[in-house]
C-alpha cells in the first residue's frame, strides 16, 4: 500500500512509520507540520529507505495537502496529526482548534474529493484512519469513590463523549467530524482510541519522559494534586502494531478502543520510574526523594480505563509489553538517547510546568 500518515515525525506518528517500514512493503509519505514536538531525528532509521519520503505541510494548508494527494496517490490515510497537550490546551486552545478541528475537516475535504476521482476497485479499498484518544469521553469513576466491591466502568466503543478540557473537546469534535463524513458523504473511515501511549522517542512534557530526565538532572518530579490520577498505560509500538492491524482489517464505519490493560496512579508511575533508575543509574540518595506535590491541574480527569475486548475479539490484538516490562525499556532508552532529548528541548521547551493560569478576576 501507499500509505499517508500525517504527524509521523511525532511521538506516536514515528512508531507507526518505523513500524511500516520495518515490517511491511508499504511506502509512507509523512505529513508533518514539524511543529515543537514533531522530530526528524525520531526517524533517522527509516530515512535511507526509499519507501519513506516526507513532506513539510501544515495540515490546515489545504492547497498543499491537495497536492501531495494528487502527487503521492495515497491508498490509506493515517491522520495522527494533532496538538495533543492537555496543559497547553489549557493556556492556549487557539492551535488545538485549528489543527484538530480545522486540520480534520481539510484532510476529510481533500480525502473524499480524492476518492471521489478514484475507479472502483481503488474506493473499494481506499481508507481514511482517524487516530484518537480516549480522553475524549471524559473521566469515569475513581476505585477511591466507590464501593470496594463493586465493579468500575472501562470506556467502551459506545461511550458517550464528555471531554473536559480544551484538547480532548477539540479531539471529540475532530471524532464527530470523521463520523458525518462517513455517514452522509459515505467516506470510507474508521477511528480509534487509544489510552496513554509511553515508550521512546517520547516529547518530555508528559509524564514520563518528564520524571525520567528530571530524576537524572537532580530537579524536583512533580505530581499533581495527591497523584491519585488513574491512567491506563500502552506502549507505544503496541499502539503501532495496532493501528497497522486496524488499518489492514478493521472495518469501515466501526471504532476501535486500543488499551494496554495497565491501569496505574500516577504516584505508582512516578514511584516505578524512581526504582528503575535506581537500579539502572544509582546514585547516593533514592530518586523517590525528588518527589515533589503541586497543584492539580484545572479540570483534571480523575481516571481514564480502556475495555480493549473488540480488539482482542475482531482483529486479534492484544499488547505484548507488560507495564514493568515497557517502563524499563522506557527508562533504558532515555538513559541511552541523552542527546535526543537534548535537542529534541532545545530552544522549545525546558520542562517548564504549562496549563497554569489565574482565576482571580474570575466571579
Partial sequence: MKILVTGGAGFIGSA???????????????????????????????????????????ICDRGQIEQLFSSFKPDVVMHLAAESHVDRSITGPSEFIQTNIVGTYNLLEVSREYWLGLDKAKQQSFKFHHISTDEVFGDLPHPDDVEEDK?????????????????????ASSDHLVKAWHKTYGLPVIITNCSNNYGPYHFPEKLIPLVILNALDGKPLPVYGK???????????????????????????????IGGHNEKRNIEVVSAICKIL???????????????????????????????????????WVPEESFESGLRKTVQWYLDNTQWCLNVQSGNYQRERLGVFDNKDLK
Fill in 16 to 58: 507507526v512509520i518505523r513500524h511500516i517500514i520495518a515490517n511491511t512493503k508499504d511506502e509512507v509519505l509523512n505529513v508533518d507540520k514539524l511543529t515543537y514536538a514533531g522530530n526528524l531525528e525520531s526517524l533517522v532509521e527509516v530515512e535511507p529507505d526509499p519507501r519513506y519520503q516526507f513532506a513539510q505541510v501544515d
Fill in 278 to 316: 535506581d537500579e539502572l543509574k544509582p546514585k547516593q540518595n533514592k530518586y523517590s526523594e525528588q518527589i515533589t506535590f503541586v497543584a492539580d491541574r484545572p479540570g483534571h480527569d480523575r481516571r481514564y480505563a480502556i475495555d480493549s475486548s473488540k480488539m482482542q475479539r475482531e482483529l486479534n
Fill in 227 to 257: 497523584g491519585d490520577q488513574i491512567r491506563d498505560w500502552l506502549f507505544v509500538e503496541d499502539h503501532a502494531k495496532a493501528l497497522y492491524k486496524v488499518v489492514t482489517q478493521g472495518r469501515i464505519g466501526e471504532t476501535y478502543n
Fill in 151 to 171: 465493579v468500575l466502568p472501562l470506556f467502551t466503543e459506545t461511550t458517550a463523549y464528555a471531554p473536559s478540557s480544551p484538547y480532548s473537546a477539540s479531539k
